[in-house]
């Protein structure tokens, strides 16, 4: 159980395009999905946070109107990172928490994105 | 701000010796520090969790020590295997910036290689 997947795997983009990254919970309802960067060798860092049905919360330095979040169901969330430039290529990793009392995250497989 | 990060970058053992990975963290109003293990290319692998109210924690090979006098857990793997290669981070829990989520903070991970 707590399974979390994304799609897609890997993408590659256009500089100046947008690219949709998207993450399911398939066997649990996820009220919070939290959605991290990582560039390579480094650690993970959290980008922002979001609640089935409320907008995103942001980290201090992401921005909000480049990274779009929608949260729209309790399976599902998306990242699209909007006109995307080749310092935004990296692995997105978003995870999910459940409805219950547990802290746990579900990690997802992660998104490795190019943008050339 | 809350910080957590790791003594060692990098660790090389032999198969079957134990391995010992240590994190320090500056929040100590963090109360839930967990283990993670990721593989190349892949999403971050829970390992092992402990709460502030516990200063140690047994799983299957595995056993996370707390100390919060000092801010200090380490992760200690029993009879090493090849297959444990990864890279090793810990985290800690603390409020996002916003002061409504409960949000991981990652240390910076250390490369452990295991040599047969």
């Known amino acids: 159980g707590a399974v979390v997947s994304q799609h897609p795997s890997w993408v590659i983009c256009k500089s100046g395009t947008s690219v949709k990254i998207e993450c399911r919970s398939l066997d649990f309802q996820a009220t919070t999905m939290f959605w991290y960067r990582q560039f390579p060798k480094q650690s993970l860092m959290l980008m922002a946070t979001s609640n089935e049905g409320s907008k995103a919360t942001y980290e201090q330095g992401v921005e909000k109107d480049k990274f779009l979040i929608n949260h729209a169901s309790l399976t599902l969330s998306t990242l699209t990172v909007t006109s995307a430039h080749p310092e935004d290529s990296s692995f997105y990793i978003c995870?999910?928490?459940?409805?219950?009392?547990?802290?746990?995250?579900?990690f997802g497989p992660g998104t490795r994105l190019t943008v050339t | 701000g809350e910080s957590v990060g790791l003594h060692l970058p990098t660790l090389s053992v032999q198969e079957g010796d134990n391995s010992i990975i240590n994190c320090a963290y500056s929040?100590?109003?963090?109360?839930?520090f967990i283990w993670y293990k990721q593989e190349s290319g892949k999403g971050p692998q829970f390992i092992i969790d402990i709460r502030s109210n516990m200063d140690k924690r047994q799983g299957q090979r595995v056993t996370v020590l707390l100390n919060k006098t000092v801010k200090h857990l380490s992760l200690q793997i029993a009879a090493t295997q090849p297959g444990d290669s990864a890279v090793y981070f810990c985290a800690g829990e603390g409020l996002n910036s916003g002061g409504s989520n409960y949000k991981l903070t990652f240390g910076k991970g250390t490369l452990l290689t295991v040599n047969p």
């Open positions: 929040n100590s109003a963090s109360d839930y």
């Open positions: 995870s999910a928490r459940g409805t219950g009392a547990s802290y746990e995250q579900y």
